[in-house]
T-cell receptor, first 113, second 113 residues
C-alpha cells in the first residue's frame, strides 16, 4: 500500500520570498508523483508530475518540484511566492503498476503581502 | 474543467435515506474515480473504475456502491446515508497515457442530518 505525508499543516511566507511545501511518500515499486492545488470552493487543479527522467520537474504557475529517491521526497517549490498562491496544496502518489492515487492530508499556504 | 460535471452540487439529506451522486465526463476517458475530502484527511479514495462495468474498492468503500454502465457516467450511491458521510465528494477522470494525471470535477457537498 502506498502513503503520502505532508508534515506541515500550514506554511506562511511573505510575498516575494521562496516557497517550499514538503512531501514524503512510501510506495512499492516505481512512484508516479503529483502535486495539486485547490482554491476555496473549487476542485483540484493539476500542477505538475514526476514520472521518470530529470529529478527537477517544472509545472504551472512557476512551480517546480524535486524528486529525491533516496529520501523518498517530492517537495514543491516556487522561487518567489505571490499572494495569489495562497491555497491548499496536495501531494499524491501512485505506483506505476496501479490505478489508485493516494493523497496527503494537504498543506495550507498563506502568502502575506 | 476537463469536461467533468458532477450533480448535484449541493445536497442535504436525512440519515437512513439512499443518495446517488452522478459524475458525467465528455472526454471518453477509461478511468474514473470517486474521492471524499474531509479536513485533516486530504482526499480518500472510495471507489474507482477502469472500464465499463469494471470497478473496484478504494480505502473507504464501506457504505458506498458504484456503477458504470457507460463510459461517460460513474454513479456513487450511499446505500443508507449516515452523518459520518457528510463530506465533499469529488469525481476524477484519467486518460490512458503513462503517468496521466487525474482531472477533477468541482465537487458535491453532501450534508447528512
Amino acid at each position: 500500500a502506498q502513503s503520502v505525508a505532508q508534515p506541515e499543516d500550514q506554511v506562511n511566507v511573505a510575498e516575494g520570498n521562496p516557497l517550499t511545501v514538503k512531501c514524503t511518500y512510501s510506495v512499492s515499486g516505481n512512484p508516479y508523483l503529483f502535486w495539486y492545488v485547490q482554491y476555496p470552493n473549487r476542485g483540484l487543479q493539476f500542477l505538475l508530475k514526476y514520472i521518470t527522467g530529470d529529478n527537477l520537474v517544472k509545472g504551472s504557475y512557476g512551480f517546480e518540484a524535486e524528486f529525491n529517491k533516496s529520501q523518498t521526497s517530492f517537495h514543491l517549490k516556487k522561487p518567489s511566492a505571490l499572494v495569489s498562491d495562497s491555497a491548499l496544496y496536495f501531494c499524491a502518489v501512485r505506483p506505476s503498476n496501479d490505478y489508485k492515487l493516494s493523497f496527503g492530508a494537504g498543506t495550507t499556504v498563506t502568502v502575506r503581502a | 474543467d476537463a469536461g467533468i460535471t458532477q450533480s448535484p452540487r449541493h445536497k442535504v439529506t436525512e440519515t437512513g435515506t439512499p443518495v446517488t451522486l452522478r459524475c458525467h465526463q465528455t472526454e471518453n476517458h477509461r478511468y474514473m474515480y470517486w474521492y471524499r475530502q474531509d479536513p485533516g484527511h486530504g482526499l480518500r479514495l472510495i471507489h474507482y473504475s477502469y472500464g465499463v462495468k469494471d470497478t473496484d474498492k478504494g480505502e473507504v468503500s464501506d457504505g458506498y456502491s458504484v456503477s458504470r454502465s457507460k463510459t461517460e457516467d460513474f454513479l456513487l450511491t450511499l446505500e443508507s446515508a449516515t452523518s459520518s458521510q457528510t463530506s465533499v465528494y469529488f469525481c476524477a477522470i484519467r486518460g490512458q497515457g503513462e503517468g496521466s494525471p487525474l482531472h477533477f470535477g468541482n465537487g458535491t457537498r453532501l450534508t447528512v442530518t
